[in-house]
């Protein structure tokens, strides 16, 4: 067996993640193990990646802030000098379910968050291809309804995305620069212990190494290890299938085009591929249960059904957008936490043995703060860009947490 210091599982964006935040702060060796050819074949490929402050948990906005801070200064974050990922702050804006309110916006700017009320003349003069209307759309059919606006809506104007794979891209180079191994086509397959500690991992071909800690940065897989580690029923996490639509963007939509979580509509869309695209994914609890049993093996194609009901929805909000060409769909996997939809980060009864699983539709935005989480609890000192949420909010020995709403927009 040859020997490490660290192994992570995974080279999605928590376990780069994890890894880039433990490089910067110990000599320790640190090698991910990922059993993919390339990067991308997990969540993370198929993520929006869309970096909104909003939660109804305070710890979860600042959670949120800190992983956002982090990509709207990807190249001092990760100290390069030409990334291949960009933040495109393009803003959030939050339409519908009645959540805009002076008092909301009032909470999230306390809490640092650039949030500001909009009204319905705000959003025509910001958006124009945006409706206001408040009503929810026949998602079924597409009937057209006689729209009502007059609410007031949240803009968060430091919100966007960035485009995951670049990203991904971007967190190896940044690794390998810090000295950190990664290897790809290397399925960790069993978890080595001795006396209630890790002693190793070994792989599918039969290798291993020797280690002191190991983080299961594994996504949707990650029941298989904590499996091996009788850890596997402390929580409920569920690799789910969630499908999305995309089309393709219409040269004439005027204005600019803000991130928009859709709440009468039960969506949210973005542009992707320099405008090229809309993607557009749902925020109801429903379209998060269909569960997977392996990984491995899920549709990636998504329903007729929902491309349709999604695009109705799309074609209401942005009723100037006329026919929709190029129409496709996809899925991809969250983890869902079915305790509370939040993420378990940190250590287990198993000493040296880290997780950082149960993402649910959240861990693309936060994985710098998770990755900052878990470095804190191995390595202890402090780095410019760390989070300063006490690591009991997420920890695996923690209660669920109390949500109005188990769903991506808890
Ligand atoms: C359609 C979709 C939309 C989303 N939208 C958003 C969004 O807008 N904003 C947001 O914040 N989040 C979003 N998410 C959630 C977010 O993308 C995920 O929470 C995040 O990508 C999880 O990253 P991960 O590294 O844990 O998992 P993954 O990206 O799945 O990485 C895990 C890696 O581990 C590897 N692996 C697994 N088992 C082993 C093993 N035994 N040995 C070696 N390697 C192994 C896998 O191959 C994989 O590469 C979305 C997710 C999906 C699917």
């Known amino acids: 067996m040859q020997s490490t210091d660290i192994v992570v599982v995974g080279a999605g964006v928590i376990g780069l993640s994890v890894a880039y935040q433990l490089a910067l702060r110990t000599s320790d060796r640190i090698l991910v193990l990922e059993k993919g050819a390339g990067l991308g074949e997990g969540s993370t490929g198929a993520s929006s990646a869309v970096c909104r402050f909003r939660y109804s948990r305070d710890e979860m906005v600042e959670l949120a802030k800190d992983g956002i801070r982090a990509y709207r200064n990807w190249s001092d974050f990760l100290e390069l000098t030409a990334p291949v990922a960009r933040f495109h702050q393009t803003g959030v804006i939050w339409l519908g379910g009645g959540i805009g309110s002076s008092a909301e916006v009032a909470r999230l700017q306390r809490l640092g968050v650039a949030a500001t009320l909009l009204d319905d003349a705000d959003v025509q003069d910001n958006f124009p291809a945006l409706s206001p209307c408040t009503i929810p759309p026949d998602l079924l059919a597409g009937e ?6 007059g609410e007031r809506y949240i803009l968060e104007s430091e919100g966007g995305y960035i485009e995951p794979t670049d990203a991904l891209q ?31 991992v070994t792989l599918a071909d039969g290798s291993g190494y020797a280690c002191g800690l190991v983080v299961n940065a594994s996504g949707p897989w990650c029941n298989q290890l904590l499996a091996k580690v009788g850890l596997a029923d402390r929580w409920p996490l569920r690799p789910t299938r969630i499908q999305m639509a995309q089309f393709d963007m219409p040269p004439h939509l005027p204005g600019s085009m ?29 379209d998060e249960r ?75 935005k936060l994985a710098p703060a998770i990755g900052s989480l878990i470095a804190q609890a191995i390595a202890g000192s402090k780095h410019a860009f760390d989070t300063a949420v006490p690591r009991t909010f997420l920890s695996f020995d923690r209660r669920p947490i109390e949500l109005a709403q188990q769903s991506v927009l808890a």
């Not at 000295?179 to 790809?184: A, N, P, T």
């Open 290 to 364: 269909e569960t997977v049993d392996d990984p491995d093996e899920f549709d990636r194609s998504a329903d007729d059904s929902f491309v349709r009901s999604k695009l109705h929805a799309v074609q209401h909000r942005m009723p100037s957008i006329g026919p929709l060409r190029g129409v496709r769909g996809y899925s991809g996997l969250y983890t869902m936490n079915w305790a509370d939809v939040h993420p378990i980060v940190g250590e287990t009864p198993l000493g040296g043995f880290f997780v950082a699983n149960g993402c649910s539709g959240h861990g693309f």
């Open 144 to 149: 057209p309804h006689e729209c009502r606006s």
């Open 258 to 286: 803000p991130v928009c979580a859709d709440l009468a509509g039960g969506i949210y869309f973005r542009t992707q591929g320099q405008r090229k695209h809309i993607i557009v994914g749902s925020v109801l609890p429903e």
């Open 170 to 200: 971007d967190l190896l180079t940044a690794v390998r620069n810090n000295g950190v191994e990664v290897q790809f086509g290397a399925r960790v397959t069993g978890i080595e212990t001795i006396s209630d500690r890790v002693a190793g």
